[in-house]
Structure formats: C-alpha cells, structure tokens
C-alpha cells in the first residue's frame, strides 16, 4: 500500500473496490481521498507499503534492519510517535517501542521491537526479535548480521467506512471486519565504524498465514518483500561539532524506488539538529535534545509536496531514546557514535 510519505506499513495484495459500507466513523468523501491517494500509482492492485517511513529512522534502524542490535555496544530504548497529514480525518497514526543490547563481549546482539500502524479502518500491529552476529573485519570496523522474526495483526474494520448513498450496498464487502494474523522472518547486514556505516535488509521474506477471520472476504493478501539500503557517515567539522550525511533507499516490488536524504548536525554531543528530504513527497525538519543521564528528546515536523499538503497541517513526529550510561559522574556514552 502506498500513500504520499506514508509511515503505515500494511503490506498486502488486495482487488480493489472501494467500500460502500454504511456506518458513521469516517466520511465516504474523507474514504475516497484516503483510497485514492493509495492506490493511484498502481490501478487494480493495492501492493506492499514501504514499511516503516520515520523522518528520524537514522536513530531507530533496528526496525528495517535486525543486524542493527548490539552494534551500539550498550543498551538502547527507543520510543517513537508519528502523527502524520494534521487535520485530515482517519490519516496515519504510528507508534513504535524497541530496545536492544549485545552480550557475549559484543559478539552478539538481540532487540526487541513494537510497532502500531492506524489508517482509517486499518489496524496493524507488529512484534519482532531480532538476533545479531557482529564480526571484526578490521581494528576499526566491524560486520553484523542478523535475523528478525515478527507477528503481525492486520485488522480491517469495514464499518468505519460510510456511504453518500445509505441505499448502496457493494457485493464485494459484507460489512464483517477482517483479520489476518501472520509470522514473517527479515534478515540483514550492517558495517559499521566509529564513523561512517551502511545496511542492507530485507523484510518479510517469507510469510506465513497463521489464521484468517471473515474468510468470505474476496479480497487475497500476502506480504511482499521490502529491500533497505542504509548509509552515512559522521564528519568531525571541529571539537564540538559533528555533521552526518545520510540515506535511505526503500523498495519494493510493484512501487518506485523512495529515497530519504538527511543531514544533521550535533554540537556538544548534546544538540542535534537536521533537515531531510523525501524525493517527490516531503521535506522535514528535525530537533534532538541530550537531557540527561543519556536521555534523548527529538522532535520532527515534515510538510509535503504534493497536492495532499492542501488538506492537512503536516506531519508530527515526537522520539525519546535512552542509552546506556557507562561513568554517572562524566556521563560518557559507551558509543556516541552520533548512530
């Protein structure tokens, strides 16, 4: 499923009829609009949502990539809100909580993460495990792979939807909800140094349907893969400032290649600020905060470029991380690795 800088990450393969359920949530026109926007780039089939599209994803990879666990070399929590399209009725809503760690001398990393997507009458929830083996290819540099095994829960509540015309009834949708509950498994690789890395990951590799309620629907669903490639580097610009280029390139099949561009920069290692871009789709501003005992407050606002923007007041993204402190008295992060 693709909307314009979506962050829902429904990914399924659907014919499409667009409901005509009579009920009094969300309004047919507001329906439409939501439909229309996420089906336009391909007709007749809804396919794979890139999954998941944060304006501050550098700082939470372990949800697109598992090697990411333990390469931070303490433990790391991260909590993250997006509320996206302001203002516009049944828009996307997300929120994520994962946390990571390595054990074994840093040779290996397991994480843990959480994910809620809403949009309208969609519902999905996503729990995963990650586990990763960090290599040394060098003094300076090493080399993780991982593995991630997920449940999800997709829920589709048909009568949120309402009609212009209460007398319209569409064969193809009963009026009962639907839900899908599924196993996947992701694997990845990350290389990292003290200051420059790049991933490749793959979600949803393979799929399995665990259970199905409505099977009268006429809708078929499956999961597709996603591929990641992540990259960036840290330029010591002076001894209180650190300036991170970054990228991301998402696709999957069915849906054009979408391509983030960051740059941010960190002064003290307590303040970050940065800006990105979503080719074709958004532009977005980012502010983090060091508070204390290695409490991070970041804060995100994205305004899109596309005729959506018309209808809504932007997009909102709230995070909190906590990494682990090594010293309380010198506050020294175990890795500020500015990643």
């Known amino acids: 499923m693709k909307g314009t800088g979506s962050s829902n990450n429904i990914k399924m393969t659907k014919d499409i009829n667009i409901p005509r359920q ?10 439409v609009i939501i439909f229309t926007v996420l089906v336009s780039f391909f007709p007749g089939k809804l396919i794979a949502q890139i999954d998941p599209g944060f304006t501050q994803f550098m700082y939470n990879p372990i949800l697109i990539n598992p090697a990411y666990a333990g390469s931070k070399e303490t433990f790391n929590a991260t ?3 997006r509320h996206q399209w302001i203002g516009f009725e049944g828009a996307p809503q997300t929120q994520t909580l994962s946390a990571h760690i390595p054990f074994s001398e840093q040779r290996f990393g397991a994480g ?3 994910v809620n997507d809403r949009l309208g009458p969609l519902n999905h929830d996503r729990f995963s ?16 792979l991982g593995v991630k095994a997920g449940f999800e829960s997709l829920f589709i509540a048909h009568n949120e939807l309402s009609p212009l015309n209460s007398n319209i009834s569409d064969p ?18 990350f290389y990292y140094s003290s200051n420059a890395y790049v991933g490749l990951s793959v979600l949803d590799i393979q799929t399995v349907l665990l259970s199905e309620e409505n099977e009268n629907s006429t809708g078929k669903w499956k999961d ?13 610009a002076g001894p209180e400032w650190k300036i991170k280029p970054s990228l991301l390139a998402r696709h999957a099949p069915g849906m054009p290649l979408n391509v983030d561009i ?3 920069t960190m002064f003290n290692e307590k303040v970050v600020a940065g800006v990105s871009h979503r080719i074709n789709d958004s532009f ?32 909102h993204e709230v995070m909190i991380v906590f990494d682990l402190i090594r010293s309380e008295e010198t506050e020294t992060i175990i890795s500020p690795r500015f990643f």
């Open 22 to 31: 009579k009920t009094s949530k969300i309004p047919y026109c507001i329906s």
């Open 79 to 81: 909590f993250l809100s």
């Open 112 to 114: 843990l993460s959480y």
């Open 129 to 144: 495990i990650d586990y990763a083996f960090h290599m040394n290819v060098s003094q300076e540099s090493k080399l993780s």
């Open 172 to 189: 193809a949708y009963h009026g009962a909800d639907e839900r899908r509950n599924m196993l996947n498994f992701s694997a990845g690789a």
């Open 224 to 236: 597709s893969p996603q591929f990641f490639l992540t990259g960036g580097f840290i330029w010591n």
């Open 262 to 264: 960051n740059l941010n």
């Open 284 to 315: 977005g501003f980012m502010l983090q905060f060091r508070t204390f005992n290695g409490l991070w407050v970041g804060y995100a606002y994205d305004m899109g470029i596309s005729q959506l923007n018309l209808y809504n007041q932007g997009t």
